[in-house]
């Protein structure tokens, strides 16, 4: 199965050709995941720009077509507004014109299934380890959830880093610039890959289950939104 992962929740606009496959019969293995081509820029103001021409260069680079294509998956935030729309869109768009299932994943479970596959990066992690993924939410805070034996446990939430109580975590992954306002080890995994994206929605993928409805994960109105509101309070209107 050939899969479309995009994501624009975080700065970085990703997007990625995946093959997904299921594991034989009775072994109990995870569906095999395989990354076929992938473009990743971070530039939080070129969403709108660079999406789908990433798109068409893995398309190219992979000698495939738009008809090779079974199914998209993308990351649903929690994100800003502006950005997250865009891949939200797009995603929609490819479906809706291909006739395709659009499937769509929580973007802070997309790095957190990256992040476990580091496990040497930590000494004696176990199951009940708890993972920290954090990620930009701007106005100096972030987006968070909390997980453990790689299941989300908590969020994802928005917050201020200082009110925000790292003390069962064990480990943190996520935004480059906010992972170091926390102790703790830090694991390599900083944006939704496209083979984290297919990952989190493999099982549905391959089940061929109907995807639910495209609901984005703003957790807070949109920044212009806000601005508005300040204005009005400061006129008296």
């Known amino acids: 199965m050939l899969v479309l992962a995009v994501d624009t929740a975080t700065p970085a606009v990703t997007a990625g050709l995946v093959e997904l496959e299921q594991a034989a019969s ?26 789908t021409p990433q ?13 090779d294509i079974d199914a998209v998956v993308v990351g649903i935030g929690p994100g800003p507004f502006t950005g997250l729309r865009v891949g939200m869109a797009t995603a929609a768009a490819f479906g809706d014109a291909l006739g395709l299932p659009v499937y769509g994943v929580c973007s ?14 930590v000494p004696d992690i176990t199951a009940e380890s708890e993972l920290l993924v954090v990620t930009d939410a701007r106005r100096r805070e972030v987006y968070w959830a909390r997980y453990r034996d790689g299941r989300r446990i908590e969020g994802p939430d928005v917050s201020k880093p200082g009110d925000l109580d790292p003390v069962h975590a064990s480990m943190i992954a996520g935004s480059a610039s906010h992972v170091d306002l926390f ?16 990952r989190v929605a493999a099982a549905e993928l391959l089940a061929r289950t109907a995807p639910e409805p495209l609901v984005p994960l703003y957790l807070r109105r949109p920044d212009a939104v806000e601005r508005s509101y300040r204005t009005l309070d400061r006129t008296g209107a």
């Open 26 to 51: 009775g072994t109990g293995a995870p569906a095999r995941v395989r990354t076929v081509a992938s473009r990743v820029r971070v530039d939080a103001r070129a969403h709108a720009e660079v999406l």
């Open 55 to 67: 798109i068409l260069e893995c398309l190219s680079e992979a000698g495939r077509s738009r008809a």
């Open 108 to 121: 802070l479970d997309a790095i957190a299934s990256d992040a476990v596959l580091e496990p040497t990066v």
């Open 183 to 198: 102790d703790l080890p830090v694991l390599p995994a900083e944006t939704p890959s496209p083979a984290g994206l297919v």
